[in-house]
């Protein structure tokens, strides 16, 4: 296993000139690391930043694990203030999380000066990685890749190793973006105060005929490429886009040699980008994602959400260089790495970019709305109604607050979390519960599970892919074959596979006004856990009612979208769930203790798109092992 860089450009853009050296060693393969956080200086756009660094390294060094042995990770933190390491996809003691906050004993994470020593066993293999468990930290670089040895042989070949992470920096402090953020929605993006004024006309549209002309308007602007939907928050305004911490102006060479299985493992560890990614000239054939192998499946390109990963084998059989294109989805700039057989090939241009993918209002109608369901909270929760148009919850203003209380000044999150704190009653006080919700018709993935995929479903804004809970348009041409999670097939039945025991209903919601993100309609604060029953296998039916793809998380326990596939359903530890869809996700609950579930936008679950996942033995809501609710934010999600 080797990861390559280009030393020139590293020494060029880092000033981490010693460490950097140190990082070119192939790491062993251990069971026992020890780990540094640090603050150090980074120079990604020509201004020395202070990145968070692991044991001096920007973005952090890989671990590699074998499964079957007990893993010893003792983190150091070097820093002013807390940390944290997360596992990203390792199922393990709860304890042993790193999540500060939910798991127990770590509340205040790992504290300046201290040293936490993480051990669990290794109980699955693949392509994970590792990152702060908040913004700050994570965005400034705390992440990095863990590869984890299989017990067993794999079920393919290959000849070489490389990871390809994606990520992307800002010289900006991330909370001041985040700050940004609340103050103005549209701040990285000329294009969104057009959509909140949009849907402020639309509000105020006296009758359904006046909002179907603003809608054939907005249609018309569609044409235009000017829609401003569907494309990120934070964008090329101020991100660039890394591969292995380089720019794509310096590109990370990885080398092979003509002929040769090569391996690459994806990760999407971004923030908040979703990259589209492709290599010309060569086909990509997926076997694993978020760690677990699948059947083969030979695609051109795949859309790879946030918090993912994915292994693909390419065969590169001419004595030249290929491209690895990841274009973020809002086509505001590039992340590339090179596949080369040598290490000083000059660096080939880039491609023009594609357009950006359109979201039609039209599409927003689709928005199935509340099917009434159990919300999976102890008590009713208090349900912000939200359903200002198109029985969508991108709420506006006023409307979006509980009766008995008023909006907020605008953007502030300390605000936010004070209140909060000195409000606990505000945490789901027992309310009307839902009355007049009654369940809808909505389109699941199993519903389209017989269209197939590929060259007809990436025609662009005509395409079946927008309706779709689970295609994506990438721009793609006809006749590419694009990924899809109906590709995600494990290579045997899920031998815990069986039929669902309960359901509930988790609504993704939104004020993008505001830029508050929310699950039904609550921001973490102001919300009660979610309580599961040790043993039972339970469906939660995601319906996201804003017009942002979410890339869903939770930890220590598998997800199973269906995708209609039975017992062939894949496991995920990231679940996408698109702009105005349905996704019907299955959790066997086989985890006691606290968990984070929440959107993996870092800015989304900063600003409150997160839960407590609670498992207890009985299904009630306390646990005796742990704290009850929390008062306020957890450590390490204050501003
Ligand atoms: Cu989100």
Not at 150 to 162: C, L, N, S, V
Not at 327 to 339: H, N, S
Not at 453 to 469: L, R, T, V, Y
Not at 539 to 556: A, K, V, W
């Amino acid at each position: 296993m080797t990861r390559t860089f280009d030393l020139g450009a590293a020494l060029r853009h880092l000033s981490l000139t010693a460490t950097i050296l140190l990082g070119l060693a192939t790491p062993a393969l251990a069971q026992r690391y020890d780990l540094t956080l640090e603050e150090r200086v980074v120079n990604i756009n020509g201004t020395d930043r202070p990145a968070v660094t692991v044991n001096g390294q920007f973005p952090g060094p890989l671990l590699r694990l074998r499964e079957g042995e007990e893993a010893v990770i003792r983190v150091t933190n070097r820093m002013d203030r807390e940390s944290s390491i997360h596992w990203h996809g390792l199922i393990l003691p709860a304890a042993m999380d790193g999540a500060p906050g939910f798991s127990p004993g770590f509340s205040q994470g790992v504290g300046p000066g201290q040293t936490f020593e993480y051990r669990f066993p290794v109980v699955q293999s693949g392509t994970y990685w590792y990152h702060a468990h908040n913004l700050d930290h994570e965005q400034r670089g705390l992440y990095a890749p863990i590869v984890i040895e299989p017990r067993e042989p794999e079920p393919f070949r290959t000849d070489r190793d490389h990871v390809v992470q994606l990520s992307e920096w800002t010289d900006e402090r991330p909370a001041r973006a985040l700050a940004n953020l609340k103050r103005d929605p549209g701040y990285y993006n000329w294009n969104r105060r057009t959509l909140v004024s949009l849907i402020r006309d639309l509000e105020r549209a006296p009758s359904g005929e006046a909002r179907q002309a603003i809608v054939r308007d907005r249609l018309d602007w569609a044409e235009m490429r000017m829609d401003p939907t569907d494309i990120a928050d934070i964008t090329g305004a101020t991100y660039r886009y890394l591969v292995n911490g380089f720019r794509p102006e310096t590109p990370a060479t990885l080398l092979f040699r003509p002929g040769e299985r090569v391996r690459l493992r994806l990760i999407n560890s971004g923030a908040m980008t979703y990259f589209d990614v492709r290599i010309p000239g060569l086909k990509m054939t997926v076997v694993q994602a978020d760690g677990n192998n699948i059947r083969p499946v030979v695609v051109d390109e795949l859309r790879i959400a946030v918090a993912e990963t994915y292994d693909v084998i390419v065969e590169p059989r001419e004595a030249r260089q290929y491209q690895i294109l990841a274009e973020p989805m809002d086509r505001t700039g590039w992340a590339r790495a090179r596949l080369a057989p040598r290490m000083d090939a000059p660096v080939e241009p880039l491609p023009p970019h594609r357009p950006r993918p359109v979201l039609t209002m039209a599409d927003m109608y689709m928005t199935p709305g509340p099917t009434g369901l159990d919300r999976g909270t102890p008590r009713p929760e208090r349900d912000q109604p939200g359903h200002v148009w198109p029985s969508s919850g991108m709420s506006h203003g006023a409307h979006a607050m509980p009766a008995g209380e008023t909006a907020l000044p605008s953007g502030h999150a300390e605000h936010l979390a004070a209140q909060s704190a000195g409000h606990p009653g505000h945490r789901g006080a027992p309310d009307n519960p839902h009355v007049g919700h009654t369940p809808v018709p909505r389109p699941t993935a199993a519903d389209h599970a017989g269209t197939g995929h590929g060259a007809a479903d990436a025609q662009g804004a005509a395409s079946p892919a927008m309706g779709d809970p689970i295609r994506h348009d990438t721009g793609a041409p006809p006749g590419a074959r694009v990924l899809s999670y109906r590709d995600l097939r494990p290579l045997r039945a899920d031998p815990e596979w069986r039929p669902y025991d309960r359901i509930i209903e988790v609504r993704l919601t939104g004020n993008m006004e505001r830029y508050i993100w929310s699950m039904n309609g609550n921001e973490f604060w102001r919300a009660q856990p979610i309580v599961a029953r040790l043993g039972e296998r339970l469906r939660i039916r995601f319906i996201n009612e804003t017009m942002m793809n979410h890339p869903m998380h939770l930890h220590g326990m598998w997800m199973v979208p269906d995708l209609g596939n039975g017992a062939f359903n894949p496991r995920k530890h990231v679940v996408n769930i698109k702009p105005g869809t349905s996704l019907d996700v299955d959790v066997l609950v086989d985890a006691e203790g606290d968990w984070a579930f929440h959107c993996h936008l870092l800015y989304h679950m900063e600003s409150g798109m997160m839960r407590i996942f609670r498992v207890t033995r009985d299904g009630a809501p306390i646990a005796s092992a742990q704290q009850p609710m929390q008062a306020a934010m957890p450590a390490g999600h204050r501003h």
